[in-house]
């Protein structure tokens, strides 16, 4: 039985990572696109059989090695978080009728202002919190990019194109305005052991054409726990592993450059066909695939703020804290999806305000408590309170009190007497107004001259895309 406490031993590793590489030897990854098998079939190491590419075991071991060295933690402040928006959510949970709907552009750059504004990033740097359902679907990209980069103070943004066109614009508009690339993003795994051929051939075709530093591609799956992976906890990391490694090497081949090959696997309720997010199981399985990303990588994944609930309620606030608190315990300090519920499918700002002290709490437990190793007498310590029967009025208590006092914004420690003395507002209204406020404060202005620009680029996309 697996636990947190021990984790899985080292031949069990190695094990399932010897397994890995005979996956990819034995039975490969399906890539049905001609162009790209034929410039993979004079690799040596790799072999092309009908539709799969095959991957001797040596080719592998070099990849890993040169490519996935130990490497240090990040510099940073020692138990210090960072947090990130959602994956791009399909709806809005409008946070002033409180009403399910579909987002507009206005949404979108409403959203991103206000991450600005809370110090949240986009997730991993690029992806829009919402995906608008106002504007032609062929303009659905270029509308998030454009609406990202006008209410942002840092040019940011970039999502996945479904056209070469599509992608040249969203090249184009990204160096608009300023930002460095890459500028349009995919994502090959499929599962089990395929690689999705729209995408690979768009990702090879803008290769061709020269935009290779524009691009970028992630090459792991979501494996379903007994649905798209066995159910066998080992055989999917191996699956898991095989798929995220050998689209990666596909990736390097192609672009000469190396790319995260990803590996996670999420519980699969059978009673609603549907991928768990929030679950105990789901944050067993993070841990599980920490564990072995760093015996195979020498990294793990990025924490998450999930949840199943439809609402702003207790099963959002439990099944976030209970999955950000596993995912710090285990070691993971980025944490993406604030804001995001039911899966990607749900924003809210309230949530987004809400996560943000959820993760500060988490913050503050995993740096750990002041512990002083006293030199003086602890007697004499005690004693020097006895006269007053406090130790309020001492600069002791006073100054450590702030160094080791974490204070909410939005968490308040008040009494009950207090709280209805102040209106007895509650924990979500609280949110909605610490997120009204926020807003209304950013004074963000995007440069003249770049707004002109994305406006001339977007206006020409709309006249060849739709």
Partial sequence: MYSLAGGMPDATLKHIRDETLRVLEKLGIECDIPEVLAKLSGVKGLT???????????????????????????QRKPGSLS???PYSCLNILDMESRVIRKPTVADVGT????????????????FTPLIPDDVPKPMTQLAMLKATVENRRVPAGGGVAGSLREAEFMIEMGKASGRAGPHVGFQFGISPLRINPEALSLFNTLIDRGYSKDVYAFSGSMLNFGASSPYSVAASLAQGAAEGIGGAMVVELLQKQDTWPGLSIWPFDMRFTSIVFGAPETALFRALVQQFCEYLFGWGP???????????????????????????????RDFAG???????????????????????WVERFVCGQNFCSETTSLVDMIESGLPNATYLDQDMTVDRFRQDTWMPELFEHSTLGKWQHTGATSL??????????KIKASTFVLDAGIQKELNRIYRKASEVLT
């Fill in 48 to 74: 092309v059989k009908g539709k799969r590419i095959h991957y001797a075991p040596w080719l592998v071991e070099d990849y890993l090695k040169r490519n996935y060295p130990k490497r240090p933690p990040p």
């Fill in 83 to 85: 947090l990130m928006g």
């Fill in 111 to 126: 959203a991103v202002r206000l991450m600005d504004a809370l110090g949240i990033d986009l997730y991993w740097g690029g």
């Fill in 302 to 332: 990025a924490g998450e703020m999930m949840s199943l609930a439809k609402d702003v309620d207790g099963q959002a606030a439990a099944e976030r804290m209970g999955c950000a608190m596993a995912d710090a315990l285990r070691g993971a």
């Fill in 338 to 360: 604030a804001g995001m519920i039911c899966m990607d499918e749900l924003f809210s700002a309230e949530q987004l305000v809400i996560d943000r002290d959820i993760i500060k």
């Fill in 428 to 437: 979500r209204d609280r949110a909605r107004e610490i997120a009204r406020e």
